[in-house]
């Protein structure tokens, strides 16, 4: 599978304009060569909520920019906010098969309130993250909007997908605000 190609299909649930890309440039980059911090963010098979929590040190809370029902499956596109300074530290794209969890998991996903990683967690979903790819992206206008950043300023992000029960039931596009 390449990663490339997984990212657009992730990023063509919610287009962008040709004139408002939402990066330039992407590109593969093996775990190794991620830069200290977002080595730090990225390259695990964790939750993205708990590991933003931890990196920021306090509780981060959704926002969903969109989110439709493709061919069955959920998607989302979405934020993730600093708790205390409600300052962006993630941007996400989620493509989820709902027919994998309980219909509570999916009602308390679909009410947008809490992030994805926290409504499994705590309804004790067996769960394990794969972690697919790290990504070296160039903010487009889209990117900067939304993790308020300068256009063409480059950050990180992966391709992870969450097994639940053994089966593939999330797919996801995380990207982390940059890191100094």
């Known amino acids: ?4 190609i997984e990212l657009e299909k992730l990023a063509s ?4 304009t040709e004139y ?7 590109r593969h980059v093996a775990r190794e060569a991620a830069p200290g911090p977002y080595h730090r963010m990225l390259v695990h ?4 909520t708990v590991t933003m929590e931890s990196y920021h040190d306090c509780a ?4 969903v920019i969109d989110s439709r029902f493709v061919d069955d499956l959920y998607c989302r596109k979405i934020l993730l906010r600093n708790e205390l300074t409600r300052e962006v530290v993630q941007f996400g794209i989620v ?4 027919s994998f969890v309980t219909d ?14 926290r409504v499994l967690i705590q309804h004790n979903v067996l769960r394990h993250i794969d972690l697919g790819a790290i990504i070296e992206l160039t903010a487009g206008p889209g990117l900067a909007h939304y993790l308020q950043m300068n256009e063409s300023e480059t950050t990180y992000g992966r391709m992870a997908t969450i097994f639940c029960d053994g089966r593939p039931a999330v797919d996801l596009f995380e990207v982390s605000s940059p890191l100094s």
Do not use: C, T, W
């Open 95 to 98: 493509r989820f098969n709902f």
């Open 1 to 4: 599978m390449n990663p490339l």
């Open 45 to 48: 098979e964790h939750h993205m």
């Open 20 to 26: 408002d890309p939402l990066y330039h440039q992407a």
């Open 104 to 117: 509570s998991v999916r009602q308390e996903i679909e009410s947008q309130k809490i992030p994805m990683g």
């Open 13 to 16: 649930l919610f287009p962008e």
């Open 60 to 63: 981060v809370e959704v926002e």
